[in-house]
């Protein structure tokens, strides 16, 4: 509903200033200052908290109030960068030199769930104002209850050094090579957790300060003849990891953020009705404690993410005789690893024992009482490194009579550890596909796109002498991104998830052996090996006696096609012209309904069915998916794609 809808503002202020000097015919210097300040709200609809009221399960939800993740939530970035770069040229060198100096200051305030969040389970409990069994409510404030005291306003700075030689070997070899060191460093530090440091033995105010990284990196370019150029690179990348992950122990040091206990929400709502969503119910409010919140924290052995990248290429041109001359191809292949990168953890989770297929692990919380559903987030780095191998190749040819083309394929086999999607540390941790929690491992990049085939034609003509008539059609044929099939959970916490984490299809599917699989406990279960089976088959799921790795399957092709003519005019003067413009996106879509839909997933997994528990001896229970399992490789049509656009319009220059 439109009091659910907020307005994304920023507003932003840039100045920039560079001084180029020429000391000598083989000196010159460039001195660079540049200021840049970003201020983002979210401009509600509402001062109602977050309220929805689901019809039926899946079914339709009305949803209205303020966004729970919109409650409060303002940032503003100060960036000031000084930089010095040197060139100087000595016989067959060209020496690039230089230092930039980065001061960031981050101000943000995100009160996640300050207003309340209410989530009714049907119309019946809406109707009703009552929280029952399936419904919710949740609140996380400040402990003062002022969702001003969550703000942080920290700054960090990064010093970059670099130096680079071009050295011209021959008059056809030119190598390149250079080292760059980095170092960050930050005088601010998360408020210090006592409580945090009796239970670990160190603290939570790692901020990063003083880590550093040497990036060396070297290319040779060798021109073999006149029509073909081979390169070859190596060098090592800094991450380039979202301040905000750096930020997170600041949000949420477990003193200042608390979220209210659940068993003061039950002790309420059990006697008291729903009377308004304009505010938190005082017993509520009174239940948050100072130091009894959940924690974001950095591991103090924390090293800088980096990826090695390697590349090989080549470029050439050739003639094809009656089919024209100066065709030109290129190739690239490039090999990444990925090493250090950050992943999640929760180490409020002990492990206590396996499943039955001694693969899965369980875990208790080494919290109790009101502090039972306390996390810690950790962000540390992934004992195993992903890599990516990505394939590009592309043929160009223009003729004489204004034909021009370019054709291409790239082919993706990319590995990782965690997609680190969110800007939240909870989420990040909340939303990774794992087999058991805290334990990372190396699969199939969910970002990964398999083959990508990519086709433009343009014609450029002068219909009207003087003025150029530009026909472009642009096609694209791709593979969909990959999903996993996991268990569908709903406050299932016999793996030890707890209620921040229990109810989302985290978990990869153990896929039984068979009907005599003693994994599984078949009486308890809501569903037969032979139903179960036929969804699998359906599924195209073919692994039976093991948990399933991430990312196995894949979402469907798209096919895309766009289309656009554009013709120049006079203008009205001298040095005046227009050009009218007539596009369509999706082309292939107005040509028939079917063509052109991308059909994709709305989240990253789907379960193959539901999770029931554990019995005593670690057994599975099985259930069948609620509300029936969908099988297929998508769940729904996206709108904004799938649909063809028309653009009619006329620039004009003067």
Do not use: C
């Not at 081979?230 to 979202?242: D, K, T």
């Not at 990964?448 to 034609?457: D, Q």
């Not at 799938?642 to 319009?649: E, L, N, P, R, V």
């Amino acid at each position: 509903m439109a009091s659910n809808r907020y307005t994304y503002a920023t507003d932003m202020s840039n100045i920039a200033a560079k001084l180029y000097s020429d000391w000598t015919g083989e000196f010159s210097t460039e001195i660079g200052v540049s200021y840049k300040d970003v201020k983002s709200d979210s401009v509600t609809n509402s001062n109602l908290g977050a309220v929805e009221a689901t019809t039926f399960y899946r079914g339709p939800s009305f949803v209205f109030g303020t966004d729970r993740y919109r409650h409060a939530n303002v940032s503003q970035t100060k960036n000031l960068i000084l930089s010095f770069d040197g060139t100087y040229l000595f016989d067959d060198h060209e020496i690039q030199f230089g230092l930039q100096y980065e001061d960031l200051n981050l101000y943000n305030l995100f009160g996640d769930n300050s207003k309340g969040s209410w989530e009714f389970s049907s119309f019946q409990e809406f109707e009703s104002q009552t929280i029952g069994q399936y419904s919710q409510f949740s609140y996380g404030n400040a402990y003062t209850n002022d969702v001003n005291d969550l703000a942080y306003d920290v700054s960090r700075s990064q010093l970059s050094l670099y130096v680079e030689d071009t050295y011209y070997l021959t008059d056809d070899v030119v190598l390149t090579a250079g080292i760059r060191y980095e170092r960050l460093s930050s005088d601010d530090t998360p408020t210090l957790n006592t409580a945090f440091v009796n239970t670990y033995g160190y603290n939570n105010q790692e901020n990063l300060d003083g880590l550093d990284i040497i990036l060396p990196r070297v290319n040779v370019e060798w021109t073999a003849t006149d029509d073909l150029t081979l390169a070859f690179g190596i060098g090592r990348f800094q991450g380039g990891i979202p301040n905000v992950w750096y930020n997170n122990p600041f949000q949420n040091d477990g003193l200042t953020y608390v979220a209210a206990p659940e068993n003061a929400i039950d002790a309420y709502y059990n006697v008291n009705p729903v009377t308004s969503f304009d505010g938190v119910p005082q017993d509520i409010q009174n239940s948050l404690v100072q130091g009894a919140g959940s924690t974001n924290y950095t591991d103090p052995n924390f090293k800088l993410p980096s990826s090695w990248r390697s590349r090989i290429s080549a470029d050439y041109e050739f003639d094809l005789g009656s089919l024209g001359n100066g065709y030109k191809w290129s190739t690239e292949l490039m090999y990444h690893v990925k090493e250090n990168e950050a992943v999640w953890t929760n180490t409020a989770l002990v492990e206590s024992g396996l499943a039955a297929d001694g693969e899965r692990i369980i875990y208790d919380s080494r919290y109790t009482g009101d502090l039972a559903d306390n996390f810690d987030i950790q962000m540390t780095n992934a004992p195993d490194d992903g890599r990516s191998i990505i394939l590009s190749t592309a043929l160009a040819k223009q003729w004489d009579n204004g034909i021009s083309m370019t054709m291409s394929y790239a082919h993706q086999d990319v590995t990782e550890n965690q997609s680190g999607s969110s800007s939240r540390a909870q989420s990040n941790y909340k939303y990774n596909e794992i087999k058991s929690r805290n334990v990372d491992f190396v699969s199939r990049g969910h970002y990964e796109v398999e083959h990508s085939f990519k086709l433009n034609f343009n014609y450029v003509t002068q219909l009207f002498e003087g003025y150029d008539t530009n026909v472009n059609v642009f096609f694209e044929r791709r593979s969909g991104r990959p999903f996993s099939w996991t268990m569908g959970m709903y406050k299932d916490g016999d793996l030890g998830d707890t209620r921040d984490f229990y109810s989302n299809s985290a978990y990869l599917a153990y896929i039984p052996s068979g009907p005599n699989d003693t994994n599984v406990n078949w009486s308890q279960s809501g569903i037969s090996w032979d139903e179960l089976e036929v969804f699998l088959n359906k599924a195209g799921i073919s692994e039976r006696g093991q948990i399933l790795d991430r990312n196995t399957a894949t979402q469907p092709w798209v096919t895309t096609m766009d289309i656009s003519i554009k013709q120049e005019f006079a203008g009205f003067a001298n040095g005046h012209k227009g050009q009218i413009f007539f596009m369509i996106d999706n082309f292939a879509n107005l040509l028939n309904d079917d063509w052109g839909i991308e059909k994709t997933l709305d989240y990253t997994s789907k379960a193959i069915y539901d999770f029931g528990g554990l019995d005593n001896d670690g057994k599975y229970i099985l259930d069948k998916v609620y509300g029936g399992a969908d099988v297929r490789d998508y769940s729904s049509t996206n709108l904004s794609s799938s649909g063809w656009q028309m653009k009619i319009g006329v620039n004009y220059k003067f």
